[in-house]
Structure formats: C-alpha cells, structure tokens
C-alpha cells in the first residue's frame, strides 16, 4: 500500500495582503511591483500628470526616493495598491466626495449597517487620500450587495486612477487625461442646470457623482463603447436609470431610459 501526497491548496497572499507571485516571489501591487526581500518596489512611483517626482515633498528627503515603500517607514501605515480613487480638497471637500459616491452603494443589512458606511478614508504621509473599502467593516456585512456597492468597489479596485474634485464651476464633468488617469469634477453647489431641470429634492448630488465617477469614469477604464458621450440611448444614461438611486430615475431630466439595457457585469 502506498501513501500519496496530498497538496493543500496555499492562500498566496503575504505582505499587508497582496498576491505573491510564485515564480519570481515579488508582491503584486496593482499599479507595480513589490520585491519584500529587499523592501523596496521594482519600479518608481509615477503619476499620470506629469510632475518633476511624484507624489514627493520636497521638504522631505525620504518622499524623493520613489522606490521606496511608506517612506522607509512600513510600521506607520500600508499602501493599498498604488492606484485608487483619490480625494482631493480640504478635509470637509474630501468627506463630501466621499459621500456623494457612497450614497450609490443603497442596501442596508438586517442589523441595520448602510452599506456606504463600509468605506473609510486613507491619507498618506504625502497627504494623498484615497477611499478603500474597510474590509473589516465588510466581513460583518450580512446579505447581498447593491450594484452601485460592486461597481465603488470595482472602481476602487481598478489599476486606473480616478481623482474626484468639488469645484466651483457650475458644471459637472470627466476627463479622461490618458495613461489610465480620469479626473471627476462635481460642482461644489447646485448647478444652473439642476436648477431648469431639478431632480427630487430640486437637486442630486448622489446620482451625479455616480453619473461621472461610477459613469463615465468607470466605464472609460474598462473601454466600454461610448463612455464618454452622454444622451438618451448612451450607455452612461441606460447604466444611470437602470442602477443608480432608483427612486430618483424618473426626475432624470431627459428622462428615464425605457427599453434596451446594457449588460451590468461590467
């Protein structure tokens, strides 16, 4: 009689818990590689805009170094992937981008947590914040998530750059910058527009950041036809009416958007 080895599957996720690959044993990081036997990434840090050394102080010595990992200083902190959605203003623009996007994320479970309450914020040492998904918050969640809740999720996860700006012009847009970098402006107050065509409550600020960022953004990562345009028909107004706040869709102002939908697995 002989005994054969049984292989234990190995869960492949080691330093702050990103995958290791097994051939060359460096860390995936999403927006680069990670090599932990020399504590440092195989690749500088780098920024779709152009800047002399990004996301360095140059008062700082240790932010110059842009192969380095949290500054030479890992006890103080983790850094999620590289990539995510960035906020930007003062702390009170931050929380209300924040807001505006978790709102789209509807469901509440039977104990009563809101799923845009399972989103926190991360800030660096360079000051740089980002919205990430508390995992932690997130293993106590009890039932199915929304699609607005999949696709923050998605957005967050994705190796593109989104970063989001309350702005005081009277209009909200999305650029895409090229090299994987979006930037979503929302109109800090209501717009004139809004105000001509008013939505439930005379103005949403929930639904137009899911319009641009959960929108136009998101779909511009993953090159869905048409991202970018807007309009009855467009894939960004199917997506908007089909998904998102549903109780506001028939303020839409031009409309809810009947018949053919998109696929929603994106």
């Given at each position: ?14 330093f ?8 060359s ?17 195989l ?5 779709a805009?152009?800047?002399?050394v ?10 110059l170094?842009?192969y ?28 209300e ?22 989103f ?14 508390d ?5 106590n969640?009890?039932?199915g998530?929304?699609q ?9 996860n ?10 005081n ?20 107050n209501?717009t ?41 028909g467009?894939?960004?107004f199917?997506y ?10 028939d ?6 958007i ?9």
């Amino acid at each position: 009689m002989y005994d054969y080895p049984v292989q234990h599957a190995r869960l492949n996720y080691r330093f702050t818990g990103k995958e290791r690959d097994t051939e060359s044993g460096n860390d995936y990081f999403e927006a680069r590689y990670y090599a932990s036997s020399m504590g440092r990434f195989l690749s500088p840090d780098w920024s779709a805009k152009i800047v002399p050394v990004p996301y360095a102080k140059l008062s700082d010595p240790q932010s110059l170094n842009l192969y380095a990992y949290l500054l030479n200083n890992p006890l103080e902190g983790v850094d999620p992937d590289g990539h995510e959605v960035d906020l930007n203003g003062n702390k009170a623009d931050k929380a209300e981008e924040q807001r505006r996007l978790a709102a789209n994320a509807t469901k509440t479970d039977k104990n009563g947590v809101k799923e845009s309450s399972l989103f926190k914020q991360v800030t660096d040492k360079n000051g740089k914040t980002t919205m990430v998904l508390d995992k932690d918050a997130a293993a106590n969640w009890s039932g199915g998530h929304s699609q607005g809740f999949k696709d923050i999720v998605q957005t967050i996860n994705n190796k593109d750059v989104v970063s989001v700006n309350l702005v005081n012009t009277d209009d909200n847009n999305t650029h895409n910058d090229g090299g994987g970098h979006f930037t979503v402006n929302l109109a800090r107050n209501q717009t004139g527009y809004d105000r001509v065509n008013p939505m439930v409550n005379g103005n949403c600020f929930e639904i137009i950041a899911g319009h641009e960022i959960l929108g136009h953004a998101r779909m511009g990562m993953l090159g869905i036809p048409g991202a970018a345009t807007d309009g009855p028909g467009s894939p960004v107004f199917q997506y908007e009416n089909k998904t998102l706040r549903p109780e506001y869709q028939d303020a839409h102002p031009n409309g809810p958007i009947r018949g053919p939908r998109l696929p929603m697995e994106w």
